[in-house]
């Protein structure tokens, strides 16, 4: 009879089919406790998911833009004298903010003031909160400006066309570079194109606005400096204070 091995690499075969057995128990165990289990029936009477309110942005952008709806009816129907006179400063003014509420150098300076001016005890807690959601929400206020500037400037090219023979080519083509540029970039601004392409956005978005900008004020510099009657430029002309 052979004496029975010490190696590492024998078996024992008795203990592997006790651990056969044993494995098998517990796999039909968990059988039988998965065939018991019952699928928990939802209940019809639970209350549908209320929709969220509507974000600080999208409240700030339904407010800027009202303003200057109200303020383009009431110059377009002579009832704001110097909306209807001065359209341009109007889309210079949207311009303006919507480029500030997102050059980082203006952001720090209003959250720095923001920071020392409110950041006391003393100031109620609610006024705080109120002011923080509308410095983070700045994004409404960039999106309405930029529709509204382009508005304007629509206004302001009409105005000017309407009044063709005491205008210059030159006011003409600057409004009408402008308008192109501006609607440019609000293209560019639209999820599909700012997502899958988002280096060209940045890019058209950045240069355009300051581009549009610094025409915007060449255009006015140029209506209020032209003599119809003369046809010439006068840069000294009072007009321009």
Excluded at 134 to 155: E, K, N, P, R
Excluded at 183 to 188: E, G, P, Q, V
Excluded at 234 to 240: A, D, I, T
Aim: glycine residues 4%.
């Amino acid at each position: 009879m052979s004496q029975t091995s010490s190696h590492f690499c024998d078996l024992d075969l008795e203990d592997h089919h006790d651990d056969d057995r044993k494995v098998e128990v517990v796999v039909e165990g968990s059988k039988e406790d998965l065939e018991k289990q019952k699928p928990v029936p939802i209940s019809s009477n639970s209350k549908p998911e209320q929709p969220l309110p509507p974000k600080a942005a999208h409240r700030l952008f339904t407010v800027c833009l009202a303003l200057n709806v109200i303020g383009l009816v009431l110059g377009a129907t002579g009832h704001f004298p110097y909306a209807r006179h001065k359209a341009a400063l109007f889309a210079i003014g949207n311009i303006l903010a919507l480029i500030l509420c997102r050059t980082e150098a203006f952001l720090r300076v209003v959250f720095w003031l923001a920071v020392k001016l409110l950041g006391r005890s003393w100031v109620p807690i609610p006024f705080r909160t109120a002011t923080t959601s509308f410095l983070q929400c700045l994004g409404g206020i960039h999106s309405s400006c930029s529709v509204s500037s382009v508005a304007w400037l629509v206004y302001a090219l009409v105005l000017t066309l309407k009044d063709r023979e005491n205008t210059s080519p030159e006011i003409i083509g600057v409004a009408s570079t402008i308008l192109a540029l501006l609607r440019l970039s609000c293209l560019a601004a639209f999820p599909l194109v700012c997502h899958l392409h988002h280096n060209v956005f940045e890019r058209i978005h950045r240069f355009v606005g300051w581009t549009a900008l610094g025409l915007n004020w060449a255009f006015v510099i140029l209506t209020f400096s032209y003599q119809p009657e003369s046809k010439i430029y006068n840069v000294r002309s009072s007009r321009l204070v």
